[in-house]
Each structure stands twice: as structure tokens, then as C-alpha cells.
């Protein structure tokens, strides 16, 4: 499937480290968003973009960052994380935020030592 | 906020018999019932959703009942196959001032056994 990529697949970083998470929608979606998933957890929203604009911030630590410069791409960059922010992160984009259906990428799997 | 809990946390069930998952939610506003699959390493993907004023919805083996006034809803899947096995995951959406909030319930472990 190629409708929404997330890269790198997978990422160790040290707490000290600056990496950027990258995430790109090939559907024509205006809406965008990043999720994370940790283990016996639901789903966490953290951030939506509509038209590059961000609507919504779920009270996210500013260790986590998002920048979206078009409608198409969205990234997550992120500095001195904790090791409680390993995680799956998941993007998704769907049609705007008024329609419901999302579409998923595969995730970034991160380990933060 | 919207809550949504999801229960059982595991299924195991025998090839062939049905498995049922049950979410309950919190706000009566919520309009939109989406039920995600979750295979092992691989994104959520979409299978089945309802809306708030559908009752039961059918696609082949799957089927989501939504009883509003109890405020629950359930998936149901008949004569299951290994291939189901996967992490299932109920969703509330409810419409804000900024677009549909969707609220993700823990997720069901199901364990298709041959």
C-alpha cells in the first residue's frame, strides 16, 4: 500500500538525540494527524493538521514538535525524549476533519535509551 | 471527553466459531462507530463502521450493532479464520468545532486457533 508512508520504520534514539519523524499522504487528503501507540494503551491523539493549519494539540509535552508544510506531508520532529515516549508513532490523514474515516500509515516504531 | 472502553482485552477463540468484541462510550453525541484491524508490525486499516442512526451493519462475515440508549456497540465475527486473527480497535467519533474527535478504545487481541 502506498497511500500513506511513515519513515523511518523504525528508530533508537538517545535522550540526548534530534530526530525528525516523516509521513506523506498520496490520497488528496487535506487532514493529517499523528497518533501514539503504546502497549496495553488506546490510541493517543497528539496533534491534527487541516490544511496545514493545526487545529488541535492533545496537551503533547514541546519535546514533540510537528511541522506540516504542505497538505501532503507531515513531520514530527523531536528532542530529549524521555524513555517513556517509546512508542509506536502512527500517522493518518483522511478527506478534512469533518470526515470520519482515517487512513493509517505503517508507523514509526521508537525506542528512546 | 469522550471515554471508550473495550472489552475483552484477549480472545481466543476456535477456527471456525464466532468471536464477539464490546466497546461502550461515555458521550451521547458521539455519531460514528469505526472498528479497526491491526496485524502484527502493520497499520490499522478500516473494516467495518457504523453511524449513530443505523442500528446493525453487515459485510460478509463481519457485522457492528450499535445500541445507542445503552450506549454500546459490538463486532461480531462469524466462522473465523486464522487470517483474523489481529488487534481489534473500537472507535467514538464525536464532532467538535475543529472536525469528528475519534476516541480509541485499548484494543482486543484476537487469537484464531486452528
Known amino acids: 500500500e502506498t497511500g500513506v508512508t511513515q519513515t523511518p520504520r523504525h528508530l533508537v534514539m538517545g535522550m540526548t538525540n534530534k530526530k525528525s519523524l516523516k509521513c506523506e499522504q498520496h490520497?488528496?487528503?487535506?487532514?493529517m494527524y499523528w497518533y501514539k501507540q503504546s502497549a496495553k494503551k488506546p490510541l493517543e491523539l497528539m496533534f491534527v493538521?487541516?490544511?496545514?493549519?493545526?487545529?488541535e494539540n492533545n496537551s503533547v509535552p514541546s519535546r514533540f514538535s510537528p511541522e506540516c508544510p504542505n497538505s501532503s506531508h507531515l513531520f514530527l520532529h523531536l528532542h530529549t525524549l524521555q524513555p517513556e515516549d517509546s512508542a509506536l508513532y502512527l500517522c493518518?490523514?483522511?478527506?478534512?476533519?469533518?470526515?470520519?474515516?482515517?487512513?493509517f500509515g505503517p508507523g514509526t516504531r521508537l525506542l528512546v535509551l | 471527553g469522550e471515554n471508550v472502553e473495550q472489552h475483552p482485552s484477549t480472545l481466543s477463540v476456535q477456527e471456525g466459531d464466532s468471536a464477539v468484541i464490546k466497546c461502550t462510550y461515555s458521550?451521547?453525541?458521539?455519531?460514528?462507530f469505526p472498528w479497526y484491524k491491526q496485524e502484527l508490525g502493520k497499520r490499522p486499516q478500516l473494516i467495518i463502521d457504523?453511524?449513530?442512526?443505523?442500528g446493525e451493519k453487515k459485510d460478509q462475515r463481519i457485522a457492528v450493532t450499535l445500541n445507542k440508549t445503552a450506549k454500546h456497540f459490538s463486532l461480531h465475527i462469524t466462522e473465523t479464520q486464522p487470517e483474523d486473527s489481529a488487534v481489534y480497535f473500537c472507535?467514538?467519533?464525536?464532532?467538535?468545532?475543529?472536525?469528528?474527535?475519534?476516541?480509541f478504545g485499548t484494543g482486543t487481541q484476537l487469537k484464531v486457533e486452528l
Open positions: 493538521y487541516s490544511l496545514e493549519e493545526r487545529v
Open positions: 493518518a490523514s483522511s478527506q478534512d476533519t469533518f470526515q470520519e474515516t482515517q487512513y
Open positions: 472507535a467514538a467519533s464525536i464532532l467538535t468545532g475543529g472536525g469528528n474527535k475519534l476516541t
Open positions: 490520497l488528496g487528503h487535506n487532514a
Open positions: 458521550d451521547s453525541a458521539s455519531n460514528y
Open positions: 457504523i453511524r449513530s442512526n443505523v
